[in-house]
């Protein structure tokens, strides 16, 4: 758990809405999330995301640090470019 009391553990996020990992019919991806102790990781898929995972870890702010990449339905594959932030200001879903 962080400082702020916030734990990924069980948690599941929808994209904000990214062009690029919107489906055709206009669903998006969603990221199932675990965590032990600060690490943290998470299998992603929806929209036009077949299947993705992520790993990082979470700060004592609740900040996660991760990389990712996904297969999307377009096109081979997408690593991630270096390292994402994602503050706990969305809501689950």
């Known amino acids: 758990m962080t400082a702020n009391g ?11 809405g990214a062009p ?3 489906g055709a019919d206009g669903s998006v991806p969603r990221g199932h999330y675990h965590q032990t102790g600060d690490l943290v990781w998470g299998e992603i898929s929806g929209g036009a995301v077949r299947v993705g995972s992520l790993a990082g870890t979470c700060g004592p702010d609740g900040t996660i640090r991760f990389a990712y ?3 999307p339905s377009t096109a081979p594959w997408w690593p991630g470019e ?4 994602i503050r706990p200001m969305f809501r689950p879903v």
Do not use: M, N
């Open 20 to 22: 690029e990992t919107t």
């Open 82 to 85: 270096g390292i994402l932030i």
């Open 69 to 71: 990449c996904q297969v």
């Open 6 to 16: 916030f734990h990924y553990d069980g948690r599941t996020f929808a994209s904000a």
